[in-house]
């Protein structure tokens, strides 16, 4: 489901509250790995090296990898939360997160970019506030 479905579905608020969450879920996994990485590594014998340190090793390389996911994905979700957050306030009556989406793309075209220079990060959404009826466009 895009954004633009999730946001009429659940409001910006909630919609906004959870990418805060699913956030900071990546980044506590991220946390939990870099301390299993650190455990295992501490627990590993390389004078002895058998199945118990193949085995430690092994969720070293895991823990690796999903920390390093995890820590992409904190940033890539919170960066995206933020950019929609930052334009969440009505331009002309300041009223947050009342606004019901009109319209949405991915093409710079739709977002006044000259589309042969710049690339949208994430979908715009065109919006209308609840309060006055002010139309503008989120993210910048
Ligand atoms: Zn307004």
């Known amino acids: 489901m895009d ?21 900071h879920l990546s980044f506590t996994t991220c946390l939990l790995c870099g301390l ?14 058998g199945w118990k340190a ?3 090793l092994a969720a070293v390389a895991a823990c690796v990898v999903l920390g390093m996911y995890s ?11 933020e950019a929609y957050g930052d334009r969440s306030h009505c331009p002309s009556c300041r009223v947050y997160a009342r606004f019901e989406v009109l319209a ?24 209308r506030c609840r309060a006055c009826a002010t139309v503008w466009r989120l993210p910048d």
């Open 3 to 23: 954004i633009a479905t999730r946001i009429r579905k659940m409001g910006f608020r909630k919609w906004y509250e959870r990418q805060l969450i699913d956030s």
């Open 36 to 49: 299993t990485v650190a455990a295992c590594l501490e627990s590993i014998s390389f004078s002895e090296f």
């Open 54 to 56: 193949a085995s430690l």
């Open 71 to 81: 820590w992409k994905r904190y940033l890539t979700v919170l960066q995206r939360a």
């Open 104 to 127: 949405t793309g991915t093409t710079a075209e739709g977002a006044y970019l000259d589309p042969a220079t710049e690339s949208l990060p994430y979908p715009w959404l065109r919006v």
